[in-house]
């Protein structure tokens, strides 16, 4: 599956590599190439970055599901526990 930006924030990701190569390269870039290699990074580097996420959000989700039994579990069979003898 691709990963895709929608159409504002791929217009943000372009100003923002152009900002970055004005300021911080011997070279501005221009907005064409910096579209260009936005689609390059999402291509080959996303994929690796949305993968961890994935894995990430499943690790949290499992250790949270672990503890589901301790925050609602009910004790079974526990009426004569509580009833008073005769």
């Given at each position: 599956?691709?990963?895709?930006?929608n159409?504002?924030?791929r217009q943000q990701a372009v100003a923002s590599i152009e900002r970055?190569?004005?300021?911080?390269?011997?070279?501005p870039i221009g907005n064409v190439t910096a579209a260009a290699l936005l689609g390059f990074f999402l291509q080959e580097i996303a994929p690796s970055i949305y993968n961890q996420g994935v894995a990430d959000a499943?690790?949290?989700?499992?250790?949270?599901l672990q503890e589901l039994d301790y925050e609602v579990h009910e004790d079974e069979f526990t009426f004569?526990?509580?009833?008073?003898?005769?």
């Open positions: 599956m691709p990963i895709e930006l159409r504002e924030a970055y190569f004005r300021e911080h390269m011997d070279e499943q690790e949290r989700m499992q250790a949270r004569w526990h509580r009833q008073p003898r005769r």
